[in-house]
């Protein structure tokens, strides 16, 4: 089941970053994104991580999993699936752009990148654990 919830977060957050480009665009007037956040200081990926609080893993899980499943629907065609991964990440709680911090957080930080896994894994279904 591990491994299981690390494929489903993996491929949710392969995809995350694209659909929230088309998103970021609009809101975003009031400070301009460098074009490599996780290497600037104050604005990395370690800090993102530092302050990503427990609500905001449990969030980012449960946005991780809807992605997960909107990206495998076969009925969702392919020009809608960004739409729709929006429409899940925003149903969690979280904004686009915060989602997006989380995400390039976590491949940096394993502490972070476990705690979101282990989140996950407690809002997987207890039936879908094979044995």
Do not use: H
Not at 79 to 97: C, H, Q, R, W, Y
Request: proline content about 8%; some cysteine.
């Amino acid at each position: 089941m591990q491994f299981r919830t690390s494929m489903i977060l993996s491929a949710a957050l392969l995809c995350a970053p694209a659909a929230m480009a088309q998103t970021q665009t609009s809101p975003a007037p009031a400070e301009p994104a460098p074009a490599a956040p996780a290497q600037s200081g104050t604005t990395g990926a370690g800090t993102a991580a530092a302050t990503v609080s427990d609500a905001e893993i449990t969030q980012f899980a449960t946005a991780a999993l809807a992605v997960a499943k909107v990206r495998q629907d076969a009925a969702v065609p392919d020009a809608d699936k960004n739409a729709k991964m929006v429409e899940a990440i925003t149903a969690s709680g979280l904004p686009p752009a915060r989602f997006n911090e989380i995400a390039q957080a976590m491949q940096a930080d394993t502490a972070l990148n476990k705690k979101i896994q282990d989140a996950a894994a407690a809002q997987q279904p207890a039936a879908a654990t094979p044995k």
